[in-house]
């Protein structure tokens, strides 16, 4: 398989993960202070991936997580990566019935939360259609009226690579949307939908083994998956997260793990200037920003931002259905006002309400279609209608305007 000219390092993220344990003892993930090295990542997702199978979890079965940002969170995706079992997070701002019904429309078989998301879990449970087993990272007394599980019981001692057959095309994770609109939907997505958004991501960033990203997002949003996950693991860097974004403490937290790479979307960037301007300002590692969005916030603002923190902060063009960074500046080709261009990654249109292509300078609808198959997203979950509006006429139609 070619992904634009280049053989990948691996097509599903079992193999990627195996591969990658060569870096043995390098910091991978560093989330909250916590290590998790490439060789770790390996061994402790087996142990995971053998007890998720002794669980019951059978490839193409969900496993839901309700959690923070966090190495548990880590091992349970690569675990169900290892067995081709279907990795769910849920946003953790959700409660009762925004829970109740994202958790229902995964399907899940096993749920994993935090025990400080439980009562928010526990008021959602009356709402629950499913039969599915409970697991809590702390106090398994803090979840109500089902019996739930400690999460170190998903950590065995069998660190052997489980027997699976994993495709590139199979089925990887629910990511679900915001839901500005209407309720959020699940958006299924492939082991190569990672895959390709990682070789992106090394394009626009020119990232290097050397690098270390700085992510803002979650284990729930796309931007948090592939900027500080699978871009990091594909490229052999080391990803940084925290709990939540803080903007008092974020450049401290970047110059204390040399971060190169960062991705200060849309108001966060207003935030930080805000900040009272210090000498240290300039007094970082930072060499480039992605995934900016600043389009959220006057041009002003985000030239202001590159003048006094020193780096370019590249604009890029995303969405959960086709991946991050899908059209993008580059550091040698940037336009102001403008999300970047697809470089051979997607065509797109601008169309009027039928579907017809407009003229130059003409306002209309954005129409997607990817330039490497099973890149983008499979389905909308249990909503066969909704995908196959989103896919009319064999394009897929964002919504947004350009």
């Known amino acids: 398989m070619k992904i634009m000219g280049q053989t990948p390092h691996a097509t599903n993220l079992r193999d990627l993960l195996i ?18 090295t490439y060789l770790e990542a390996d061994r402790l997702s087996n142990k995971l ?17 309700f959690m923070y940002n966090s190495i548990e969170q880590a091992l349970i995706w690569f675990g169900c990566a290892k067995i081709g079992a279907i990795y769910a997070p849920l946003n953790v701002s959700l409660v009762r019935d925004d829970l109740a019904y994202s958790l229902n429309d995964t399907r899940a078989i096993l749920f994993i939360l935090d025990e400080e998301l439980a009562a928010a879990y526990n ?3 009356p709402l629950l259609a499913l039969d599915h087993k409970v697991f809590v990272l702390g106090d398994v007394n803090s979840v109500e009226n089902v019996k739930a599980h400690s999460f170190d019981d998903l950590i065995g001692d069998d660190d052997s690579l489980p027997d699976a057959d994993v495709k590139s095309t199979d089925p990887m994770a629910i990511v679900y949307t915001g839901g500005s609109t209407s309720m959020p939907k699940g ?11 990682a070789i992106r991501y090394a394009e626009i960033a020119q990232a290097t083994e050397d690098d270390v990203h700085f992510a803002n997002s979650h284990f729930f ?14 490229n052999g860097m080391t990803g940084i997260m925290e709990k939540w974004f803080s903007a008092s403490k974020y450049w401290d937290i970047a110059r204390k793990y040399g971060a190169t ?79 970047g261009k697809p470089y051979g990654w997607a065509e797109i249109i601008v169309v ?18 990817p330039q490497v198959i099973n890149t983008y997203m ?18 897929y139609h964002s919504g947004d305007l350009g």
């Not at 591969?19 to 998790?36: M, N, T, V």
């Not at 958006?187 to 958004?197: D, Q």
């Not at 210090?278 to 007094?283: E, T």
């Not at 066969?384 to 009319?392: C, G, M, R, V, Y």
């Open 19 to 36: 591969l990658q344990s060569g870096y043995g003892d390098k910091p991978l993930l560093i989330i909250r202070d916590r290590i998790l």
């Open 49 to 65: 991936a053998n007890r998720l199978l002794a669980s019951g979890v059978k490839k193409g079965d969900v496993v839901a997580t």
């Open 123 to 125: 008021a959602a449970s």
């Open 187 to 197: 958006v299924l997505v492939s082991h190569l939908y990672y895959i390709g958004a």
């Open 221 to 234: 949003h796309i931007g948090g998956q592939q900027f500080a996950i699978t871009g990091p693991l594909y």
């Open 261 to 339: 790479i960062v991705d200060p979307i849309g108001t966060m960037m207003a935030v930080l200037l805000r900040q009272p301007a210090s000498d240290l300002d300039r007094q970082h590692k930072v060499r480039v920003g992605v995934g900016v969005a600043s389009g959220q916030v006057r041009g002003a603002l985000h030239q202001e931002f590159e003048r006094r923190f020193g780096a370019p902060m590249l604009e890029v063009y995303a969405m959960t259905e086709v991946g991050v960074l899908i059209c993008s500046e580059r550091i040698h080709d940037r336009r102001e006002g403008s999300s």
């Open 352 to 369: 009027d309400q039928d579907d017809n292509p407009v003229p130059p300078n003409t306002l209309g609808q954005l129409l997607i279609r």
């Open 378 to 395: 499979i389905e909308y979950v249990n909503k066969p209608q909704e995908t196959l509006s989103a896919w009319k006429n064999l394009w």
